[in-house]
């Protein structure tokens, strides 16, 4: 039996079972997934860990997505305005479920909305006067009031007070390895627009579109699609990101990143490479959390990593460093001014420098900055973020233009899973079809079945090399995977066609499959032509679409058509 078994269709079964491998199928595979929890969140705190099933929130069974979302749905707090006054002004914002800063000793230390500024003493919120630390978490517990949760998963139960909704993603149980795109999965879509006084050129789009895209890089977003978007004469950029929660897109977009390094009014570096060549990340010698301390019942964390500054950066610190005055103290020497630290002129930090860095053309400065939370391993989490966010912008540079998001959409997963549901649908139906009008052609069974086995397997071969590859399955995908599928019952019916007519002129075997295939190779050259200028085109759907047919049909040609050959020349060639 074995010894009737080819090898091309050696090289078909081989695919098959590497693929049925790559994709994992388990069908049996239910419930809620936690997929990822926030760093430094409460859920965190208390244990809850990514992988675990979700069984219950506050005794609602959760078996479907729309179930978590129905259940936590009373934790969203609506949004409050604040009105908080300091020893230098009154700022007034907007806030969901957090104040927007932390402070120490009612001054503040660490502020994430971007009004605020540190280092100003807190007065009042919302006209009520704050006098101590109780005065503040009253206010807090009146603005934004805790309610119990009681979430029970696979491995534990976890009961806490929050006043947001659960810091954490979920989705249905993985019954396999494939990987699902925005489409399918949910994720984020938002479409900007650059903000100048100037005319915005093609080339201004391109450079906006390379540093967003090395931003989310940087900060382990995946999944980004970044394409232009032009609507008339607007110049627009259109970002999607499977999987990513539409605030937390919002918080890495929004953000210009422009980054300077003042002493007084001087500005001693910007970020970018032009200034700062080299920026040390994921290295534990030279990026480190140290000091973490507990002050006033707020636990604090010191990140530091090293940067490497240009000649002309170095040159400017000398400069500037050789006019400043030192200052003796019991813990040393140092200058009299501080390196300050401002992100979207924002001030983030102020570094002490030493006195022996005074007039020193330097190329090795630290950077560090501090991370708070209300516990240890939450003040590291915070202290962790806050380093790969400065890193990420002294990395990337600033933003080419200040932008602004015109509309930022999420994407509910649930409407993929329906999607899914009805491909699949629709799928059977098509085969079903397929089917039939073959079977009408031919009227053989033994013509049909092998068919049919062939379009199947090439499916599955496709299938295994997106799991091996990480290739997400969105719309454009399956569209892709459909085109590719179809093209192959063509030139089946084509080796078919030219094996049954190649009887009747009685040409040999060899004959019948050389001009089959050279119909085939023809038809896979001018397909492969086609869709080269649209992948070249880079232009978002259309260059995924041309990327699926061009790898769905390489697979159909080189391995399940000659697979089919050789089904055929059993069933003819007798």
């Known amino acids: 039996m074995l010894k009737k078994i080819t090898p091309r269709l050696w090289i078909l079964i081989i695919a098959l079972v590497i693929s049925i491998y790559a994709i994992n199928l388990n069908p049996w595979a239910s419930g809620i997934e936690i997929t990822n929890v926030e760093p430094g969140s409460i859920e965190e705190q208390h244990g809850i860990n990514n992988g675990e099933i979700l069984k219950s929130v506050n005794d609602i069974e959760i078996s479907t997505i729309a179930d978590y979302y129905n259940?936590?749905?009373?934790?969203?707090n609506p949004?409050?305005?604040?009105?908080?006054?300091?020893?230098?002004?009154?700022?007034?914002?907007?806030?969901?479920?957090?104040?927007?800063?932390?402070?120490?000793?009612?001054?503040?230390?660490?502020?994430?909305?971007?009004?605020?500024?540190?280092?100003?003493?807190?007065i009042s919120i919302n006209k009520k006067e704050i006098n101590d630390a109780g005065d503040f978490n009253k206010a807090i517990e009146d603005l934004f009031p805790k309610k119990p949760i009681i979430i029970t998963t696979s491995e534990s139960i976890y009961s806490y007070s929050t006043?947001?909704?659960?810091?954490?993603?979920?989705?249905?149980?993985?019954?396999?390895?494939?990987?699902?795109?925005?489409?399918?999965?949910?994720?984020?879509?938002?479409?900007?627009?650059?903000?100048?006084?100037?005319?915005?050129?093609?080339?201004?789009?391109?450079?906006?579109i390379d540093v967003i895209e090395k931003r989310l890089n940087v900060y382990g977003l995946s999944d980004i699609k970044i394409r232009p978007a032009n609507i008339g004469s607007e110049k627009l950029v259109l970002i999607e990101i499977s999987g990513a929660d539409s605030e937390e897109v919002k918080e890495k977009i929004s953000q210009q990143g422009k980054f300077e390094a003042k002493i007084g009014d001087d500005?001693?570096?910007?970020?970018?490479?032009?200034d700062i060549p080299f920026v040390c990340k994921d290295d534990g010698t030279c990026a480190t959390i140290t000091n973490c301390d507990v002050f006033e019942g707020n636990n604090q964390c010191i990140f530091q990593f090293a940067i490497t500054l240009s000649e002309e950066a170095a040159k400017r610190h000398s400069e500037v460093t050789q006019k400043l005055n030192i200052i003796q103290e019991d813990s040393g020497s140092r200058l009299d001014k501080t390196l300050d630290l401002y992100l979207d002129d924002r001030?983030?930090?102020s570094l002490q420098i030493g006195s022996e860095l005074k007039g020193l053309e330097t190329t090795q400065i630290s950077i560090s900055g501090p991370g708070f939370g209300s516990t240890r391993n939450a003040a590291i989490d915070d202290a962790s973020k806050n380093m790969n966010e400065l890193q990420s912008v002294l990395i990337t540079g600033s933003l080419p233009f200040k932008i602004e998001i015109l509309k930022l959409d999420s994407i509910s997963p649930i409407v993929g899973n329906n999607f899914v549901q009805n491909a699949l649908l629709v799928g059977i139906v098509a085969l079903i079809a397929v089917a039939l009008v073959v079977y009408l052609r031919y009227r053989k069974i033994k013509i049909l079945?092998?068919?049919?086995?062939?379009?199947?397997?090439?499916?599955?071969?496709i299938l295994g090399a997106a799991s091996l590859i990480k290739w997400n399955l969105d719309l454009v995908a399956i569209a892709g995977i459909i085109a590719s599928i179809g093209t192959g019952v063509d030139h089946q019916i084509i080796i078919t066609d030219e094996i049954m007519s190649g009887e009747s002129q009685n040409l040999n075997w060899k004959e019948r499959i050389k001009r089959a295939f050279f119909i085939?190779?023809?038809?896979?050259?001018?397909?492969?032509?086609?869709?080269?200028?649209?992948?070249?085109?880079?232009?978002?759907?259309?260059?995924?679409?041309?990327?699926?047919t061009i790898i769905g049909t390489s697979i159909g040609v080189f391995i399940t058509r000659p697979a089919f050959a050789s089904i055929a020349e059993k069933l003819f060639n007798k």
Do not use: C, Q
């Open 71 to 76: 259940a936590i749905s009373k934790y969203s």
């Open 449 to 461: 079945i092998p068919i049919m086995i062939t379009s199947i397997s090439e499916l599955i071969i």
């Open 163 to 208: 006043n947001t909704i659960p810091k954490m993603s979920v989705s249905k149980n993985k019954i396999t390895n494939l990987k699902k795109g925005l489409d399918l999965e949910g994720g984020t879509r938002a479409l900007i627009k650059p903000v100048s006084d100037n005319e915005i050129t093609d080339l201004d789009i391109e450079n906006l």
């Open 267 to 274: 500005i001693v570096f910007i970020g970018g490479n032009k």
């Open 520 to 548: 085939i190779m023809g038809a896979y050259a001018t397909t492969v032509v086609t869709m080269i200028p649209l992948w070249n085109a880079g232009a978002g759907l259309v260059r995924g679409f041309a990327v699926t």
């Open 79 to 122: 949004t409050k305005e604040i009105e908080l006054k300091t020893d230098k002004g009154i700022y007034n914002y907007n806030a969901s479920d957090n104040i927007g800063f932390i402070h120490d000793n009612l001054t503040i230390i660490s502020a994430r909305e971007p009004n605020l500024k540190i280092k100003e003493k807190i």
């Open 347 to 349: 001030l983030v930090n």
